[in-house]
C-alpha cells in the first residue's frame, strides 16, 4: 500500500492548517518580504542623499498618522463640501435664471404659434423644466466637487485616503480600497460604483457596490444643504450661516459612513460571507497636479459623463411630474391625491405623503426632489424656483404645511439611506451583470432608510419631543 501523498491530502492539510493562522498572517507575511527588500536595497544601492526622512516621508508622518491622519482627512472634506455648499448655491440660481428664461421664451413661441396647451406644457414645462433643474442643480456642485477631488487624486492624496481607513473596512471584512469608490461616491455614486473596478476580489468589490450608496451623493446635497440651511444654520449669525450649514452636511455625511461601515460588517457576514483579501498599499510620491489632466478628468470624463446619464433620465421624470400637476382629480390633482394616499405612511416616518411622493418621481434623478415639493406643496402645475429666501421656505414648510423639527431631520437621513436613483440602479446591473444584486441594492438602501426613520420617529413621539 503506497504512502505517497495525494494533491487532495496535501490540500486538506493546507485547509486545516489555515484555520490555525492568525488573522494578519498575510500582513505579516508582506511586512517580512518589505523588510527584506529593504535591507538588501541599502546594502546594494547608495544614495548622493542619505536623509533619513524626505520630504515626502515627513508630510506622511502627518497625513498618515493614526493621531492625525483622520482629523486631517476629516478637515479637507469639510473644506470641499464648505466650498461647494457656498459656491454651488450662486452658480445654480444663475444657471437656473438663465434656463427658466430660455423656458419662458420656447413657452411663448409655442403659444404664439397656436400649439395646443398640453403639448406646450408637456414638453416646455415638464420635459425641459426638468432638464432645466437637473442642470442648474447639478452642474455647480460638480464643477467644485470633482476638480477639488481629482487635484486630491492627481496630488497623490488619495492612496492616503485608502491607508488610513484600510484597519476600519478591514474590521467589516472589506477592503481597503472600498475607501476610494467611497469618496467617489460623493460626486455621484454610478461613478462610484464603476470605480470598484479597481478592487480585485469579487466578494470585495460587491460589498463596495451595494453599500456604495449609503454616502451622499451631488444629487442629494442639494436637499441635505437647503435643509441644513433653512432648519439648522437660521438660528446663528448670519456670518456663520455657510460654516454651520457646511458642518452639518458633514455631520450626515459621517453618518453614512458609519452605516457604510455596519452595512459592509453585515453583508461580510451573511450574504457575501468571507474573509478580507491582503490589501499591500505602496504609497506613491506626492507629485505636481497636473492642471490640464485636472480639468480633463473632472470635466469631460467625469462631470459631462454625470450629468448627461442624469438627463436622461430626468426628462421623463420631468414629463411624468407635469402629468400629475395637471391631471385633475375631483377637485384636487393627481400628485396631490397620490400625496394624500401616502401621507399616513409618511406620518409614521415622520416626514409626509409629499415627501414620499417626491421620491418616487425623483427615482430617475435626486436633484428633483426639492423642486417637486415646492411644486406640490405650492399647488403649481409646473416646477417653480419656489420661495426666494430661507424664511419664505421656512415659512411655506413649516406655518404651511407642518413641518416640524422631526420633518427635517428624518429627511435628512431619509435623503441619506435612501434607494439609489435609476443611473445607479442601471450602473449596478451593467456591473454585476445580475438583477439579484441590483434588486438587493434598492431593499437593502430602502428598508434602511424605512427603518431609521420609523425608529427616530417612535423615539422622538415617545418622549413627547413632537
Known amino acids: 500500500m503506497s504512502t505517497e501523498l ?40 547608495k544614495t548622493a542623499d542619505n536623509k533619513r526622512y524626505d520630504f515626502d516621508q515627513k508630510i506622511d508622518r502627518l497625513v498618515t498618522s493614526p493621531i492625525t491622519g483622520l482629523p486631517i482627512m476629516l478637515l479637507l472634506l469639510t473644506i470641499i463640501i464648505w466650498l461647494t455648499v457656498t459656491g454651488a ?23 404664439q404659434i397656436g400649439a395646443p396647451w398640453w403639448l406646450t406644457g408637456f414638453i416646455w414645462d415638464g420635459v425641459y423644466l426638468g432638464l432645466a433643474w437637473v442642470i442648474s442643480v447639478m452642474l455647480p456642485p460638480m464643477m467644485i466637487f470633482f476638480p477639488a477631488f481629482t487635484f486630491l487624486e492627481d496630488l497623490g492624496y488619495l492612496p492616503r ?4 481607513l484600510d484597519w476600519m473596512f478591514k474590521k467589516t471584512g472589506a477592503h481597503g480600497k472600498q475607501s476610494l469608490t467611497m469618496a467617489m461616491g460623493f460626486g455621484c455614486n454610478a461613478a462610484g460604483v464603476i470605480a ?5 476580489s469579487p466578494r470585495e468589490r460587491l460589498i463596495a457596490i451595494l453599500t456604495n450608496n449609503f ?35 458633514v455631520g450626515v455625511v459621517l453618518i453614512g459612513v458609519g452605516f457604510t461601515f455596519l452595512a459592509s460588517w453585515i453583508l461580510s457576514r451573511t450574504v457575501l460571507k468571507g474573509e478580507a483579501s491582503a490589501f499591500t498599499l505602496e504609497l506613491p510620491p506626492y507629485r505636481r497636479p497636473n492642471v490640464s489632466r485636472i480639468l480633463y478628468t473632472s470635466i469631460i470624463d ?14 421623463p421624470a420631468g414629463a411624468i411630474i407635469w402629468i400629475m400637476a395637471n391631471v385633475p382629480i375631483g377637485d384636487t390633482n393627481l400628485a396631490r391625491a397620490v400625496a394624500d394616499w401616502l401621507n399616513p405612511l409618511g406620518l409614521l416616518l415622520g416626514l409626509d405623503g409629499v415627501i414620499l411622493l417626491a421620491y418616487i418621481i425623483a427615482i430617475p434623478a435626486n436633484e428633483i426632489v426639492v423642486p417637486t415639493m415646492m411644486m406640490v406643496y405650492m ?5 417653480v424656483n419656489g420661495p426666494s429666501s430661507n424664511e419664505a421656505i421656512f415659512d411655506l414648510l413649516v406655518n404651511g404645511n407642518g413641518w416640524t423639527m422631526l420633518t427635517a431631520i428624518n429627511l ?25 444584486w441590483a434588486t438587493l441594492s434598492v431593499v437593502m438602501t430602502l428598508g434602511t432608510a424605512f427603518l431609521v426613520t420609523f425608529l427616530t420617529a417612535s423615539v422622538a413621539r415617545l418622549l413627547g419631543w413632537v
Not at 11 to 29: P, T
Not at 90 to 102: D, E, H, K, R, T
Not at 161 to 164: E, M, P, R, S, T
Not at 413 to 431: D, G
Open 6 to 45: 495525494q494533491p487532495k491530502d496535501v490540500l486538506a492539510k493546507a485547509e486545516a492548517l489555515r484555520n490555525s493562522l492568525s488573522s494578519g498572517f498575510r500582513d505579516e507575511i508582506v511586512k517580512s518580504l518589505y523588510s527584506e527588500a529593504e535591507s538588501i536595497a541599502k546594502r546594494a544601492v
Open 89 to 111: 448655491n450662486v452658480a445654480s440660481n444663475a444657471i437656473a435664471v438663465v434656463l427658466f428664461a430660455v423656458g419662458d421664451f420656447g413657452r411663448n413661441l409655442f403659444t
Open 161 to 164: 485616503v485608502a491607508f488610513n
Open 196 to 200: 470598484t473596478r479597481v478592487i480585485d
Open 215 to 249: 454616502v451622499p451623493c451631488n444629487g442629494r446635497f442639494p436637499t441635505l444643504i437647503m435643509l441644513a440651511t433653512v432648519f439648522v444654520a437660521a438660528a446663528f449669525p448670519p456670518a456663520l450661516t455657510s460654516f454651520v450649514a457646511a458642518g452639518t452636511v
Open 302 to 315: 467625469r462631470t459631462i459623463f454625470v450629468l448627461w446619464r442624469a438627463m436622461q433620465t430626468a426628462a
Open 379 to 383: 399647488g403649481a402645475g409646473m416646477m
Open 412 to 436: 435628512m437621513l431619509f435623503a441619506l439611506l435612501h434607494n439609489p436613483c435609476a443611473t445607479t440602479i442601471m450602473t449596478i446591473y451593467k456591473e454585476t451583470k445580475s438583477l439579484k
